[in-house]
């Protein structure tokens, strides 16, 4: 494996449970959230400042819509927001299992949001499902038997869908054949199984070179591995839950990722920037990730 980098905390945040970094080049600022927190955030690296909105409900994900503002994911129910009035227009709304909720999603090159619910904390049956919303609201089931669906991301020519189950039991991520035409997984394949790595598969992006790059939640780290499932990098955080890393900056050369301020095992004098926003300088770019295109 090669050498890690190291990331550095840019947004004391504290959050509960930061996730969903997404990079905007047409305002050069990363929109994030707290999911338990139900806060909104948008750091804008060139002034350090993090703005913060208020969400009405847990929010899972948050993305940018190809008419403004953004597009998020609430405990049920997908939302384009308009941030000036903080006005939010359901735009779907999703089966997600009894005490569960929805969870990580990505956009495909089409424009179609792809989006994942997750079990009850305590369920004994995997009923979680992965969705792709049309750009014209339609919702069709693509995958299921999870118990928690992660690790969404596209490789860089847009066929091979990542997706992850990041369950302590399960803790296995798949690579799958996407068909961009018709919206389809067509088949799924192991990648890789984390039983012996550090941490559980969490938040997940993609670079150039079409390396997956995985938030071992648990582990302390992010991980990199190549289209054939080699481990080959990582990034080491100084915390014990990063939850999701994307790509950014001006050249798309900066990993920025989110962690989390809950359920740690590991006392909070140890790792007092849990829930902090951490960015590590890479020797890759990341894929840009099309907006969310579902009409309004």
Not at 120 to 149: E, H, M, Q, S
Not at 214 to 227: K, Q, S, T
Not at 245 to 264: C, H, K, Q, V, W
Request: charged share 20%.
């Amino acid at each position: 494996m090669t050498p890690g980098a190291i990331a550095e905390l840019v947004v004391d945040a504290r959050a509960e449970a930061g996730e969903s970094p997404w990079w905007c080049a047409a305002e050069q600022c990363l929109y994030w959230v707290d999911i338990h927190g139900r806060r909104l955030h948008c750091f804008e690296p060139g002034t350090g400042v993090d703005r913060v909105w208020t969400t009405p409900d847990l929010v899972t994900f948050v993305a940018t819509h190809a008419a403004g503002g953004v597009v998020v994911a609430l405990r049920d129910r997908v939302c384009h927001v308009d941030l000036a009035s903080e006005t939010y227009r359901v735009i779907a709304r999703l089966r997600v299992p009894a005490g569960g909720r929805l969870n990580d999603g990505t956009v495909d090159s089409r424009g179609r949001l792809l989006i994942g619910t997750m079990s009850a904390p305590d369920a004994v049956a995997a009923t979680g499902a992965l969705y792709r919303i049309d750009l014209n609201g339609a919702i069709t089931k693509l995958l299921d038997k999870f118990r928690t669906v992660n690790g969404l991301a596209f490789a860089p020519d847009g066929r091979t869908l990542y997706v992850s189950d990041s369950h302590p039991g399960i803790r296995t991520v798949w690579a799958c054949e996407y068909d961009v035409e018709r919206g389809t997984v067509d088949s799924s394949r192991l990648f890789v199984a984390t039983h012996e790595l550090a941490g559980r598969p969490d938040g997940a992006c993609v670079d150039t070179e079409g390396g997956y790059w995985m938030a071992a939640i648990d582990g302390g780290c992010v991980l990199r591995f190549e289209p054939d499932g080699k481990l080959v990098g990582s990034v080491s955080v100084p915390i014990e839950k990063p939850s999701k890393p994307a790509f950014g900056g001006l050249e798309l050369d900066r990993m920025f990722i989110t962690s989390l301020r809950r359920n740690l095992s590991k006392p909070l004098e140890s790792q007092p920037h849990a829930g902090g926003l951490f960015v590590a300088r890479l020797g890759v770019r990341g894929v840009a990730i099309p907006d969310c295109a579902i009409t309004l």
